[in-house]
């Protein structure tokens, strides 16, 4: 990505620039659309709200005096007679990551103003996303099944109940609440809300391409916390 | 819908214009300012009584609002004190009152001062009055989120309070709200009460995210030309600071709420370790209770500075203009602001010192809570200064300034000894931790409010309060508050612990009941003292003496709107160009002891002004 | 009259208020007179500078109080002068925290011949345990608790055995003897806090927390509970009585163990049966006599 063109402002590079930058007026990030820098900042804020769920886990974790129940046994699916360790979030995962690829090359039909090719990337991403809460939610139902609560187990410590249903619920809120905003999102690319500028329900601001990669901003979140909640709970 | 947009008001995008037209001459060199980076602000223009004054996405009515939604919480907050200081000082004239009604009272009386009136008050009531206008803006950057912003914390309000009228009522656990005690029978209000907080909280939280976001963006991305970073008042950089403290402090405390709410209502154990409770063993077990208090307290702690970052940037600017003298080392105060913002999050464990934690911990938060006393004292020195050589108007608003000087520098000295380790173990928990904090939280941004109150209540409503009714205001306020909280520190020192509801049967009774009398008294006295305020407002509004532009001949931004108060907008059909730092009072060479930002070098041509 | 007058005034009765207050620390009774120390240099440099500071700034309000004809000065920094105050700040609070820190250090590091004392905590009162005669405390457990065993001592823990069990508020120590005090609670956090020694610390259920202190003046002393534990936490008192090695020798030969209390419950478990034999075989008279 190029610097932006800014009549009256030479950029220089590297930290002389960012320092320059930080010192002009107007603005510190040149060319930055209010929307995304407002998402970075509150995407700086959830991620200070998830390490706090993931570091009161690996402290609760650590400091347990009952065994914690071993993750590949209690997430194992048995598929053709054979039990198979962390497959569905084999699966969950791949289907997050792909749908975070979807989303980029909607972003980037986007600003190439190609409606159609932009809708129905937002519409695999929003279907990827609902297949993962979908398989959050068989997870959920799997384990509840198995004796699993918030407040026991029968496979352990009593807190692995009760951080696994908080943090992959807090986690597939997340999730889900993305997924409304693209099928939104979808429905405005298709009918052209971006291209013409049609002013939003709540906020009456015009519309326009840059939302998207807003929300993609979050999406990609959405998808990174997953890793870090994959490596922290299921692999250790 | 669509003729809200209409630039009504002809609003010019100024991407290509210069001050001096565009032309060739030497002055509007001299005068150049780079253009415009972005078109227009799209701002929404409300036309009904209800998206004028209600729902309104004006920057200055959402502060007002905060205001005095901020300020309505702030006096149920102050008869809770009352409440408190009546069963301490004349327990015969409480009978009413039994121990679980004086612990909820302690811990509503807390949580409504620190969080619900303090930071509400700093941030949503002076932030969004105060940014948009000084940094050269026409509204904030997201007016609708901004809006919302403030119908969140109404909501937030309406759930705490709620908290009164439930059975149980509300939580008695102190606004600390320690498990397990907070979610068990033995302390008041631990069903429904602890959870309506924790709601409330959370509410809280989203409403001030949405609220920072918005401080945050038109801070760094919506100044206007001219405005650097290093070009804009110390409140700015105060209210900045505070809210970037928000967005990475508040996680913790909705994060440690959450997992409160889930240890009460689903019975988890993140906090709950095995509990016997009349004799039976509960269901909990494998929990920590430090957990939450390193939770809480990584929130606790940057909260306070919260409170205190955007009081020193306020009040630097009310001792510069009412001194007539630029703020003392500029630059040192800027990085004092934001190094005490930073270090902040790393001294949240001077908290526990004696909670249990590991022991080791002690060293290293003692030195890093140290560490922070050397720019807050930094700042202290450079507020004295700037009234060195200064040309001191005394009147209401420095009053204030010097009434915040006294109890800053007292209630900061205090925290030094609570601050070192070993000082800390004989007086934490004792009457010298209220003391300590009621005086540098409590009276000294109080004094600030006030002062803030009183330099521009002429700019919001275009009228001077009145004087002499004012000084009487502040003296009662200043000496009353600082003999109820500077002899509490020697309660702290006899040992009386605090959270007690009477001390009966007690060595320390003789000695602490003539003591706590006084205390009650002087703080009754406090309390109705405000209501002068209270009728001054009322009075000026009806009578009062207008003010005219400007009225304190001050530099930064606010001061200069084509109308007073200034309208939606702010500016007008152009946007303010800057080319000075706010503190360009009594330049040699200049006519007048100010310039406004907005002077152009070449109407001050003969002076030696600082290159900002 | 002049603000600058009625500030002045402040700062001289605030002063003042210090020098005659008369509520000021208890009299020491415990070999933490470091703190005390730390304390009085932190006075001493705190209260210098607040002096200076507010004195400095009452001289300014009369000195360069407002002329129309007269201009402040224009001196936006003063770089040497920030370099010294910065220095002067750092030494002073160097001149707080290595005394501090070093006395921290000796709060942490327990004496070997401290004797440890079991502070169990519950809502809202306290009881004691002394290890015996073989030095060591027994292992407890929450679960354990009930009436027949009130410290939830493991039965299996042969140490526990010869615990002395005391179901007082009240403990005595003997004097010149450091004291490892072992914090337990059972239920909610509490603090063992007794102003005289000046040491403190939570006690936290789920784990075992500890300070130390040795006591050096002989008499009695009350305890505060000093962490808030629901609504009786001001009424959650205790006691403490230090006295001569001899008179503390009499008293603990006098205090009950657990054996004592296992012997002491077994008789009244025996008693018991033979009362209940008694009463059935009254009833079965009764039956006899129906038939």
Known sequence: MSDPKIEGYEFKPGFKGMAQDTGSDQTMFKGVHWGKAMMWIFLLSDTFIFSCFLISYMKGRGSTLIDWPNPSEVFALHVGGVDVPLLLIAIMTFVLITSSGTMALAVKYGYEKNRKMCGWLILATAIGGLTFVGMQAFEWSKLIHEGVRPWENPFGAKQFGSFFFMITGFHGTHVSIGVIFLFIYAYKTFKGHYDEGKRGWFTTMKGNYVEIEILGLYWHFVDLVWVFIFAFFYLW | ?612 | MHPGIIFFLVILGSLLFHIFTPWYWTDIASNWGGMDSTITLTFWVTGIVFIAVCLFMVYCIFKFSYKKDRKAEYKPDDKKLEKILTLVTTLGVIALLAPGLMIWNQYVSVPKNALEVDVMAWQWGWQYRLPGEDGKLGTTQVININDNNPFGINLDDPYGKDDVLIQSDVINLENNQPVKILLRSVDVLHNWYVPQFRAKMDAVPGIVTYYWFEPNKIGKYEVLCAEYCGVGHYAMRGGVEVQSKENYNNWISEQETFNDLIAKQKNIEFENKKIVKNNNFLLNKETYKEE
């Open chain 2, 1 to 612: 819908m669509s003729d809200e947009y209409e630039n009504k008001t002809g609003y010019q995008a100024q991407s290509s214009e210069t001050i001096g037209g565009g032309g060739s001459g030497t002055v509007s060199d001299v005068d150049h300012v780079r253009p415009a980076e972005i078109p227009e602000q799209d701002l929404y223009h409300g036309h009904s009584f209800i998206t004028k004054w209600i729902f309104c996405q004006d920057a200055k009515v959402i502060g007002v609002q905060y205001f005095l939604l901020a300020t309505f919480t702030g006096i149920i907050g102050l008869i809770l004190s009352w409440l408190m200081r009546l069963q301490l000082g004349f327990p015969e004239a409480a009978g009413f009152m039994t121990a679980e009604h004086y612990y909820q009272f302690v811990t509503m009386h807390g949580m409504i001062m620190v969080v619900y009136f303090l930071t509400a008050l700093f941030l949503g009531g002076f932030g969004n009055y105060l940014i948009p206008l000084m940094v050269g803006a026409r509204d904030m950057v997201f007016p609708y989120l901004n809006m919302v912003s403030f119908w969140s914390f109404f909501v937030a309000v309406g759930v705490l309070l709620a908290s009164f009228f439930v059975p149980g009522g509300p939580t008695g656990a102190g606004w600390t709200l320690y498990p397990p005690q907070a979610i068990l029978e033995g302390t008041p209000g631990s069903g429904m009460g602890i959870l309506l907080m924790c709601i409330s909280l959370v509410l809280f939280v989203a409403g001030f995210t949405m609220g920072g976001l918005n401080y945050l963006i038109t801070v760094l991305q919506a100044r206007t030309r001219g405005m650097t970073l290093m070009r804009m008042p110390l409140t700015v950089w105060g209210i900045f600071t505070a809210t970037i403290l928000a967005m990475l402090a508040f996680p913790a405390l909705l994060v440690g709420g959450l997992m409160m709410t889930l240890d009460n209502v689903l019975g988890t154990s993140f906090f709950m370790p095995t509990i016997l409770k009349a004799g039976e063993v509960l269901e909990y077990g494998g929990g920590s209770p430090i957990l939450f208090q390193h939770l809480f307290w990584f929130f606790g702690h940057p909260e306070v500075y919260i409170v205190a970052l955007p009081a020193f940037g306020i009040i630097s600017d009310l001792i510069s203009v009412h001194s007539r003298k630029n703020i003392f080392g500029y630059r040192m105060m800027v990085w004092a602001i934001v190094g005490i913002g930073g270090l902040s999050f790393f001294v949240w464990a001077h908290h526990m010192y004696v909670s249990g934690m590991n022991p080791w911990f002690g060293f290293f938060f003692a030195t890093t809570t140290l560490i922070i006393a050397v720019p807050t004292a930094m700042k202290v020195y450079n507020w004295v200064l700037t009234l060195w050589r200064g040309n001191i108007r005394l009147n209401v608003v420095m009053l204030w300034c010097l009434g915040f000087i006294v109890t800053f520098v007292n209630g900061g000295l205090t925290g030094l000894f609570l601050g070192n380790v070993t000082v800390d173990v004989p007086l934490s928990d004792t009457y010298f931790v209220i003391a300590h904090f009621h005086m540098v939280m409590g009276i000294a941004p109080l004094m600030v409010i006030m002062g803030a109150v009183y330099h521009w209540f002429p700019l919001v409503a275009g009228r001077f309060l009145d004087e002499t009714l004012g000084k009487w205001h502040f003296w009662l306020t200043f000496l009353g508050a600082y003999s109820i909280y500077f002899p509490m520190h020697y309660l702290g020192f006899i040992g009386v612990p605090r959270r007690y509801f009477e001390m009966y049967d007690s060595p320390y009774v003789a000695s602490a009941v003539g003591m706590n009398e006084f205390i009650s008294i002087a703080a009754f006295i406090v309390g109705a003292a405000q209501l002068i305020l209270i009728f001054n407002i009322i009075k000026t509004l009806k009578i009062g003496k207008p003010a005219g532009h400007n009225p304190w001949q001050a530099n930064s931004l606010e001061w200069v709107t084509p109308s007073v108060p200034p309208e939606h907008g702010n500016w007008g059909e152009k946007l303010p160009v800057v080319h000075r730092w706010p503190y360009d009072f009594s330049v040699p060479g200049a006519k007048e002891d100010f310039i406004t930002q907005t002077t152009p070098p070449s109407e001050v041509i003969e002076t030696e002004v600082e290159k900002t």
